[in-house]
């Protein structure tokens, strides 16, 4: 009894060592804990459409990254210097392992008058290069004065019936075409034609009439109108079939020693001479002769980037003004509400317009002017969504717990809030950064394509400009805007079902409910 | 009362921002370069004395309450450069009719077509209407307005020659011809707007049908047709009711890209011309123009909010 009770001083000896054998444990998790990036990863891999749209962000993203390197660089390089482009406008989209298929080989169906018809297999027979595929039909038309005239229904290659081009060449460069027809054994420069009526078009090089239409003889073959008098120097050996020997490849002019040369060559060769490439444009060619293909991808590729920085700059105003405003409340946010408020009021157009007038002058001249000023004017509204958003997390979460708990540690109020408090509001900064990339392609395209910015520049693009330049030439060629379309459609759809895919990812209340 | 001070208290502050939003407004159209290229025939001198008249060569704050006390009497000065010498309220109020009637039409078309879809979508949820309709609208939502601009166009007037290529305006508004030269305009306008109804209503009805009170409604006997329209249609109409009131308000302030695609004579493409005048800016156009927006803007939200209020009252007994 009273050894019992001499708790205090216990012997060492009357203690033992429990059997150590026989441990007991919980049972070890099994499964690993999934956090709350893994499993929204996890859940957003569940919905199909958003990760089937993702891969096509990814493919949009690489054809603007690489794009522009996947065509003629040379080619490219000429946008800003060469005037001659302008001939090579407007030619449908051709892929070459489909020529003759009448689908993507830049042939289209039309339907002509006898002049033009006659134009086109005149360019056939001088060139080589027949524009006219195939004939469909020969009908006859007849207008209000009862004045019967023929008409073709055809399949034209647009490639082929690019006008002749005249040129004014000094003697070496006049010299340069030669050595090159002779090396490549193609007939790069034709005959000069004689002053007729209808001396604009250098297309017609056969007898015609007042108004152009071909003057035929018996056979119905073109009579040839070329010079036959006058110095050339031509001493190239190549010569068009059918030449007697004494047609004219050129026009001299000016004074000895320094002699000019009016030359006409087939475009289509001379663009061979020019640029070292049969012209083949995947998509076309636009109103200016550019290809398409990677105009497209260089436009696509500033938009992106203009979008990604836009969504960087408004995510991080947006993120430290909300967390203010909803970290301190009361007053402050009264406050900062109210100026948020106003600004979010203000029409975006205007504030386009004003910095476009007013601060791209004071930036720099010309493209640099207005892209730094259409990026400002993006963030000064663009940051209040993101801001009211994180505004609303800091509510839901400051009152917390594990806030007040961290508050009582002696954290600092920075610390609270970009430690504790932020990384709870990350998932909706990340969905709404996501949905705020098509919204700033979208009022870029808009804005461009109504003109107020114009960013179209021999080496510079936009989506919304090239919009804005195919308009005009919808009825002859759909293809200039069709591209552009397609490329701002196919974006918008899959930006917006991955960003939808992301919100419902991050969503945690939607946890479990889809499975 | 109560709802009434909360109108008030609503406008006073719209107030308050529309005057904030003016005056930075002005003060910034006032520092942007003014010149002018005398046209032949023009006298420099006289239009360096009628500026001065108009006060441009005064202080900004100056220009500014003169700007207020001759707007408070409907005076928003003379255009300089799109329609010389002539007032721009008349040509503003001229242009307003060809907007409206656009916007009308196209919300006239949209809302029953855009909630018949939506209902229909939700009460076939998770079938292949709903399917096909869902698909239809995130396409539509997703692509901008003017992209299924161009394919109405290339379509019904290029392909098919159905319509004129641009705005018939010669007999005014309200005719007929000009209705009829706008209808491809109409549908391309609508498209979104239809999407954006037959979403919101898809997600709202959805939301309603799931609730208990629907399931004692059934229980009660009634058809699911009486049950829908009675019970479910009248609560999901709460958010929506604001939205179409809201798109009712903003007629007035029409679509910039359509107009400008289709050459409607209305207020967007005036807005458009004045920005692109040359040398510079129409500016009074502008200015008017601006407020005009604005004023649009932030009354469509507070019409929206207040008739919130108006319709569903537990909302309102929040505000008080």
Same mark, same amino acid.
């Given at each position: 009894m009273n050894e019992e009770r001499k708790y205090t001083e216990i012997p060492k000896s009357k203690f033992r060592f429990v059997d150590s054998s026989d441990i007991y444990h919980d049972k070890k998790i099994e499964t690993k804990p999934v956090?709350?990036?893994?499993?929204?990863?996890?859940?957003?891999?569940?919905?199909?459409?958003?990760?089937?749209?993702?891969?096509?962000?990814?493919?949009?993203?690489?054809?603007?990254?690489?794009?522009?390197?996947?065509?003629?660089?040379?080619?490219?390089?000429?946008?800003?210097?060469?005037?001659? *482009?302008?001939?090579?406008?407007?030619? *449908?989209? !051709?892929?070459?392992?489909?020529?003759?298929?009448?689908?993507?080989?830049?042939?289209?169906?039309?339907?002509?008058?006898?002049y033009t018809y006659d134009v086109y297999r005149g360019i056939g027979i001088e060139t080589g290069h027949d524009p006219i595929v195939e004939v469909y039909d020969e009908f006859e038309t007849e207008d209000i004065f009862h004045e019967k005239s023929k008409m073709y229904t055809i399949r034209v290659n647009t490639y082929y019936m690019v006008k002749a081009i005249t040129l004014t060449l000094t003697y070496d460069q006049y010299k340069a075409l030669q050595d090159w027809q002779d090396e490549n054994n193609i007939q790069l420069i034709l005959p000069r034609v004689k002053n007729q009526a209808n001396a604009t078009n250098p297309n017609i090089w056969y007898k015609s009439d007042q108004k152009g239409n071909a003057e035929k003889d018996i056979n119905g073959n073109f009579v040839p109108a070329y010079y036959t008098d006058g110095p050339d120097d031509y001493t190239s050996e190549m010569r068009l079939e059918g030449d007697p020997g004494n047609w004219k490849y050129a026009q001299r002019t000016g004074q000895s020693g320094k002699y000019n040369y009016v030359v006409r060559v087939s475009a289509y060769d001379y663009f061979v001479y020019k640029y070292g490439f049969e012209p083949c444009f995947t998509f076309g060619t636009d109103t200016n002769g550019y290809d398409i293909f990677s105009r497209l991808a260089s436009g696509a590729r500033f938009s992106l980037l203009l979008a990604v920085f836009v969504s960087i700059?408004?995510?991080?105003?947006?993120?430290?003004?909300?967390?203010?405003?909803?970290?301190?409340?009361?007053?402050?946010?009264?406050?900062?509400?109210?100026?948020?408020?106003? *600004?979010?009021?203000?029409?975006?157009?205007?504030?386009?317009?004003?910095?476009?007038?007013?601060?791209?002058?004071?930036?720099?001249?010309?493209?640099?002017?207005?892209?730094?000023?259409?990026?400002?004017?993006?963030?000064?509204?663009?940051?209040?969504?993101?801001?009211?958003?994180?505004?609303?997390?800091?509510?839901?979460?400051?009152?917390?717990?594990?806030? *007040?708990?961290? !508050?009582?540690?002696?954290? !600092?109020?920075? !610390?609270?809030?970009?430690?504790?408090i932020f990384p709870n509001s990350l998932g909706t900064i990340i969905t709404g950064s996501v949905l705020v990339i098509p919204g700033v392609i979208f009022s870029e395209t808009s804005l461009s394509y109504l003109g107020i910015i114009q960013l179209d520049t021999s080496t510079m693009s936009s989506v919304g400009a090239m919009l804005s330049a195919g308009q005009n030439v919808m009825t002859s060629s759909p293809h200039v805007v069709l591209f552009p379309c397609i490329f701002i459609a196919l974006l918008m759809i899959c930006f917006n079902l991955f960003g939808n895919g992301l919100r419902d990812a991050f969503n945690p209340s939607l946890r479990g409910s889809e499975d | 009362m109560y709802l009434f001070k909360y109108i008030l208290k609503r406008l006073g502050l719209m107030l308050f921002t529309f005057l904030v939003i003016i005056t930075m407004c002005f003060v910034l159209v006032k520092l942007l370069p003014n010149s002018f290229e005398p046209k032949p025939g023009q006298d420099v001198q006289l239009i360096l004395i009628r500026r001065e008249m108009l006060g441009y060569d005064k202080p900004i704050i100056e220009q500014y309450f003169r700007f207020w006390f001759y707007a408070l009497q409907g005076q928003f000065g003379a255009s300089e450069i799109l329609y010389p010498n002539q007032d721009v309220w008349p040509i503003f109020t001229s242009k307003l009719p060809f907007t409206m009637v656009l916007n009308l039409c196209s919300i006239i078309l949209s809302i029953p077509v855009g909630l018949g879809l939506g209902i229909f979508a939700a009460l076939k949820k998770n079938k292949w209407q709903d399917h096909v309709i869902s698909t239809g609208v995130m396409i539509f939502v997703s692509v901008p307005s003017f992209i299924y601009a161009f394919l109405v166009k290339y379509l019904l007037y290029f392909k098919w020659g159905l319509f004129p290529a641009t705005a018939n305006a010669a007999n005014g508004a309200l005719s007929w011809d000009f209705i009829w030269s706008i209808v491809p305009a109409i549908l391309s306008m609508s498209f979104g707007t239809i999407a954006g109804f037959a979403r919101f209503t898809r997600a709202e009805l959805?939301?309603?049908?799931?609730?208990?009170?629907?399931?004692?409604?059934?229980?009660?006997?009634?058809?699911?047709?009486?049950?829908?329209?009675?019970?479910? @249609?009248?609560?999901? @109409?709460? /958010?929506?009711? /604001?939205?179409?009131?809201?798109?009712?308000?903003?007629? @007035?302030?029409?679509?910039?890209?359509?107009?400008?695609?289709?050459?409607? /004579?209305?207020?967007?493409?005036?807005?458009?011309?004045?920005?692109q005048s040359q040398p510079n800016p129409d500016y009074n156009f502008f200015m008017l123009l601006n407020a005009f927006y604005i004023l649009i803007g932030l009354l469509a939200g507070i019409v929206v909010d207040i008739s919130y209020g108006i319709i569903d009252p537990r909302i309102r007994m929040g505000a008080r």
């Open positions: 956090g709350y990036f893994q499993d929204a990863l996890r859940r957003f891999s569940k919905n199909k459409a958003s990760v089937v749209a993702a891969y096509i962000i990814l493919f949009l993203v690489l054809y603007a990254i690489i794009g522009p390197f996947c065509f003629n660089q040379g080619y490219q390089d000429a946008y800003a210097t060469d005037n001659q *482009l302008i001939y090579y406008k407007e030619l *449908l989209p !051709r892929i070459s392992w489909l020529d003759g298929t009448g689908v993507w080989d830049g042939t289209k169906k039309v339907e002509v008058s006898q700059i408004n995510l991080t105003l947006g993120a430290i003004y909300g967390a203010i405003e909803g970290y301190y409340g009361g007053a402050t946010d009264m406050v900062m509400e109210r100026i948020s408020d106003i *600004l979010a009021n203000v029409p975006f157009t205007i504030v386009t317009v004003l910095f476009k007038l007013h601060l791209a002058p004071i930036i720099g001249k010309g493209a640099l002017g207005i892209v730094v000023s259409l990026l400002l004017s993006f963030v000064v509204t663009g940051w209040i969504g993101m801001a009211s958003r994180v505004r609303m997390q800091f509510y839901r979460f400051k009152n917390q717990e594990y806030v *007040l708990a961290a !508050r009582t540690l002696g954290a !600092r109020d920075r !610390r609270i809030m970009f430690k504790h | 959805t939301e309603v049908l799931t609730n208990e009170f629907m399931l004692l409604a059934r229980t009660k006997g009634l058809t699911r047709a009486q049950a829908t329209v009675r019970h479910a @249609m009248k609560n999901a @109409m709460v /958010p929506i009711f /604001p939205m179409i009131l809201g798109e009712f308000i903003s007629i @007035m302030s029409g679509s910039l890209i359509i107009e400008q695609l289709f050459t409607i /004579p209305g207020v967007g493409h005036l807005y458009i011309q004045s920005i």
